[in-house]
């Protein structure tokens, strides 16, 4: 039988995201490296180029943020397993937004693999006015996460994960309160993603949020 327990969740915020920046430009330069390993573009067809130049950096058009890093201890017969999970949210301030949990044997794997999956759980989130268009409420297990619209010039009025993801989708005017107190973050999180996806007018449907 395979238990899971999570045991000490990471440090401060400010080192998360730090790491999270580090890891992103990380794997940009290598996968900017592996291109040009293969024929001869920006490096010449070689391992650094005559030249020894890098090719310059894409830059993405989603900003990400890192929600929750957990250290995860896996219990087989064989012994314990550790590895890291970790929650992601991206958008592009524009409507865009997608969660992503995934686990991997250190912080950066985890990243990257949660990285991922928030790009194909990306979802179109309605904005007029720069605010949502109605008053809405949804609950995901523990949490019940209220969202309304606000007048222009209010700006966000939400603390946690409801903040994060509503700067990230573009909103720039709403109210969000917590209704039910948890210090789940991954439940709050999926509960205003959720909420936002359900608003009218939005015509793609909300992709599954694969609890890890």
């Keep these: 039988m395979t238990i899971y327990k999570i045991i000490n969740s990471p440090p401060q915020s400010e080192l998360l995201a ?21 024929g001869g573009g920006y490096r010449g067809g070689g391992r650094g180029g005559r030249d020894g130049r890098r090719p310059p950096k894409e830059q993405s058009e989603f900003d990400s943020a890192v929600l929750n890093i957990a250290r995860v201890t896996r219990v087989t017969g064989g ?18 937004i997608g969660m992503g949990i995934a686990k991997g044997v250190d912080v950066a794997q985890s990243i990257q693999k949660a990285t ?19 008053e809405i409420q949804n609950k995901s297990n523990s949490a019940i996460v209220l969202l309304k619209p606000a007048i222009v010039g209010s700006g966000v009025k939400a603390g946690g994960p409801v903040r994060v993801i509503a700067k990230l989708a573009g909103i720039e005017n709403i109210v ?14 999926r509960a205003t993603i959720e ?18």
């Design 18 to 38: 730090s790491l999270s920046k580090y890891v992103m430009e990380k794997t940009q330069i290598q996968n900017n490296s592996t291109q040009g390993r293969g």
């Design 79 to 96: 012994g314990k397993r550790f590895s890291f999970r970790t929650t992601v949210v991206l958008g592009n301030k524009k409507g865009k």
């Design 116 to 134: 991922s999956q928030a790009k194909r759980n990306m979802i179109q989130v309605p904005i007029k006015n720069g605010t949502i268009p109605h």
């Design 176 to 189: 969000g309160k917590l209704i039910s107190r948890t210090n789940n973050k991954i439940n709050i999180a």
């Design 195 to 212: 909420a936002l996806s359900k608003l009218k007018g939005e015509n793609q449907k909300p992709k599954h949020l694969s609890k890890s």
